[in-house]
């Protein structure tokens, strides 16, 4: 498949890798109104551990195109210093801060943030066609 595009983001406390992944649909890319899915790596599954074979073959990709499904896959990186995420892990248990399992988290923001710009990129490719 070849829509899989990288999504660029700003590191900051919350382990966020430089880049993560996003597959834009056919139907999509295209001009089509989609939903939107983010799908969350396990640790050491990242792209500096095993590239974009999280994205590419848990099987996101072909149930995304049938069902026209825009993917996001953000992306965290292992880290030993503050604050430390040595195995490439999302904030399941408070390593960046103490509302690390709520929406003012730094990732849960970081995602919201990513969902709210392929929104506001689809609906101007909507509207153009």
């Given at each position: 498949l070849s829509n899989k595009k990288s999504i660029t983001t700003r590191r900051s406390s919350a382990s966020f890798d430089d880049e993560g992944f996003i597959?834009?649909?056919s139907a999509c890319a295209n001009g089509k109104r989609c939903?939107?899915?983010v799908a969350l790596h396990g640790c050491q599954q990242g792209k500096h551990a095993a590239g974009d074979?999280?994205?590419t073959k848990a099987g996101y990709l072909e149930v995304?195109?049938?069902n026209d499904i825009i993917m996001i896959f953000p992306q965290v990186r292992k880290s030993l210093m503050l604050p430390t995420n040595p195995?490439?892990?999302?904030?399941?248990w408070g390593?960046?801060?103490v509302y690390y399992a709520t929406q003012k988290a730094p990732q849960?923001?970081?995602i919201k943030s990513m969902i709210d710009t392929v929104q506001t990129?689809?609906?101007v490719f909507s509207e153009t066609e």
């Open positions: 597959y834009f649909p939903s939107i899915h074979v999280f994205a995304a195109e049938l195995m490439g892990c999302w904030d399941w390593y960046s801060e849960m923001r970081g990129i689809t609906k």
